[in-house]
């Protein structure tokens, strides 16, 4: 098949990886995969230079900001300019799509959607929509785009069984064409891969790897931590960006005020975490909203490091209670705290090796490309 998409995002984080695996998996399975990257930043952005090392970029598309209602309001001219973003990007794809003969068409979120839906909506050729994102259709425009997204595509592939339910609950239409495929930690190729973290540590180490925004908990991380202070510990929060650095600055203040300066320690974004996962013991994703899946938990799984987390979104599946990881039962500072201490008497390393063993049956590369051509075969004879 000759497989055409568009990718939103310009920084690598967890959905931009999470689709560029599925690039690449359908290239090992002998597809043929052009991508368009973003306008957004210079080169796309860091996904958009790793689209064009791997040689399946075609192109940059000028994706603009989201659809905001404040944006709407705030901007003289935004929904001119929106109109004029929507028609290039789609005139765009049209184009390629008839150079290159699509056979289907790829889909790994709901923006790309929003600026390609006047080529979309008249489109024969199958579309693949992968639900990596949470949903969000807290509002009546989220939630008839979302339908019409979900009645348009041929097949939709979640993330995970929380996912799928969201989907089904959305359009009852979306129960025959799901196909639930977990995702597969990248394969980092950074420098620093193979590097060894040398500095010792007091006590348990703790790791937190992901973007520093308000719904994935890391102020309640902190607040966690504060309660067991006095407890032999080391934390590191692996990660930021451009777009978060008046929360990480609040976050910083935060750790000082709490009296956890000489406990945790912010790395800052790094572009492969996985010395960090091989340093600690135990991985903690305190996320508070619904996650879709949780790829960091896997990634934590690679390195032989169990994970707490809360009961939200997908996460649940991917942790097995007190076997190799840890689920809270509600989320709270106390909570995370308790769990914490309670998984200091826990045979970690047992546990590490669990979830390394689950990471190998469940997560590999070879599953995610059989999944795969499973659900992509029947799309071959359309």
């Known amino acids: 098949m000759k497989i055409l998409a568009a990718q939103y ?85 049209r184009k390629k799509a008839g150079e290159m003969d699509a056979d289907a068409i790829f889909l790994g979120g709901t923006m790309e959607f929003l600026y390609l839906w006047p080529f979309l909506l008249f489109q024969r050729r199958p579309i693949i929509y992968r639900v990596g994102d949470a949903p969000i259709w807290d509002s009546w425009f989220h939630k008839v785009v979302m339908k019409q997204l979900l009645r348009k595509a041929t097949l939709i592939v979640p993330v995970s069984h ?30 620093v891969q193979n590097q060894k973290v040398k500095q010792q540590s007091k006590g348990l180490k703790l790791v937190y790897v992901g973007q520093i925004t308000e719904n994935k908990g890391v102020k309640v991380l902190l607040q966690a931590l504060a309660h067991i202070k006095n407890h032999p510990f080391e934390c590191r929060i692996v990660g930021g960006s451009e777009f978060t650095s008046l929360l990480e600055k609040e ?56 994970s707490i987390i809360f009961p939200k979104g997908g996460m649940p599946e991917l942790v097995k209670h007190n076997e190799n990881g840890w689920i809270c039962d ?41 999944d795969w051509n499973r659900i992509l075969k029947p799309l071959m004879s359309v």
């Open 251 to 306: 976050l910083q203040d935060m750790t000082e005020s709490l009296g956890l300066a000489k406990k945790v320690h912010f790395t800052g974004r790094v572009q492969d975490p996985t010395p960090h996962y091989a340093w600690a013991d135990l991985h903690i994703a305190p996320s508070t909203y619904e996650e879709p899946f949780g790829l960091v938990i896997v990634e934590a799984k690679r390195e032989g490091v169990p």
């Open 9 to 93: 995002g310009t920084e690598l984080f967890g959905r931009e990886r999470e689709n560029i695996e599925c690039y690449k998996s359908f290239i090992r399975l002998g597809h043929s995969v052009n991508v368009f990257g973003s306008y957004r930043e210079e080169e796309g952005g860091d996904t958009g230079k790793l689209l064009a090392e791997l040689g399946i970029k075609c192109g940059e598309m000028p994706f603009g900001s989201h659809f905001s209602l404040s944006y709407f309001r705030r901007m003289k001219g935004y929904w001119w300019l929106q109109i004029k973003r929507i028609y290039w990007c789609s005139n765009l794809m």
């Open 330 to 370: 509600n989320v709270s500072p106390r909570t995370l705290a308790n769990a914490i201490l309670t998984c200091m008497d826990k045979p970690l390393k047992t546990w590490g090796g669990r979830a390394k063993k689950d990471e190998e049956q469940n997560f590999s590369s070879q599953r995610f490309d059989g």
């Open 162 to 191: 929380f996912i799928q339910n969201e989907c089904i609950k959305l359009s009852r239409l979306s129960e025959t064409k799901c196909q639930v495929i977990w995702n597969i930690p990248p394969a980092f190729t950074s420098e």
